[in-house]
């Protein structure tokens, strides 16, 4: 057997594989070490990621709902600035139209005054020509003359 060359052969070989193995099976050990610290990384990397998404979702999530009920109490701000703003214009409307009757019947009552007082005048013009006409007919110009000078003298004693 030692004079074998197929045993030396084999023994050489099996003293190169055991020469080799441990810086191999370091080299090796080493290599998938790093490969797996560097999954480990990005495992820890990728749940952190997931993480701060989970966070961003809930963030945007409660932005989102705070929006909602922001819009919401704008609507019902609106809706109630809009009831009383239609209150107010109603209001408004109510006494422009009380106003504008209460100054029709002030120019209906100034109007009536002014033809009662246009009616009187002319019943005043009336009456003074028939009241002429009939002291024109009736009294003689020597009476005429004579209540003329009474009416004068009159006339001053009732001014004072």
Request: net charge neutral; proline share 1%.
């Given at each position: 057997?030692?004079?074998d060359?197929?045993?030396?052969?084999?023994?050489?070989?099996?003293?190169?594989?055991?020469?080799i193995?441990?810086?191999?099976?370091k080299?090796?050990?080493?290599?998938?070490?790093?490969?797996?610290?560097?999954?480990?990384?990005?495992?820890?990397?990728?749940?952190?990621?997931r993480?701060?998404?989970?966070?961003?979702?809930?963030?945007?999530?409660?932005?989102?709902?705070?929006?909602?009920?922001?819009?919401?109490?704008?609507?019902?701000?609106?809706?109630?600035?809009?009831?009383?703003?239609?209150?107010?214009?109603?209001?408004d409307?109510?006494?422009?139209?009380?106003r504008?009757?209460?100054?029709?019947?002030?120019?209906?009552?100034?109007?009536?005054?002014?033809?009662?007082?246009?009616?009187?005048?002319?019943?005043?013009?009336?009456?003074?020509?028939?009241?002429?006409?009939?002291?024109?007919?009736?009294?003689?110009?020597?009476?005429?003359?004579?209540?003329?000078?009474?009416s004068?003298?009159?006339?001053?004693?009732?001014?004072?």
């Amino acid at each position: 057997m030692l004079q074998d060359p197929a045993f030396w052969v084999g023994l050489a070989f099996l003293l190169v594989i055991a020469l080799i193995y441990k810086p191999a099976m370091k080299s090796i050990s080493a290599s998938l070490d790093g490969r797996a610290a560097l999954i480990r990384t990005q495992i820890e990397e990728a749940r952190k990621l997931r993480e701060d998404a989970q966070a961003l979702l809930a963030d945007y999530q409660r932005k989102q709902r705070d929006a909602m009920a922001e819009a919401e109490r704008i609507i019902q701000q609106a809706k109630e600035d809009a009831t009383r703003m239609r209150a107010d214009a109603e209001q408004d409307l109510t006494r422009s139209i009380e106003r504008r009757k209460q100054q029709a019947l002030e120019r209906i009552a100034q109007t009536e005054a002014q033809a009662i007082a246009q009616v009187r005048n002319t019943a005043v013009d009336v009456a003074l020509n028939a009241a002429e006409a009939l002291l024109r007919d009736n009294i003689a110009a020597g009476q005429a003359q004579t209540m003329v000078d009474k009416s004068i003298a009159e006339l001053s004693k009732r001014l004072n």
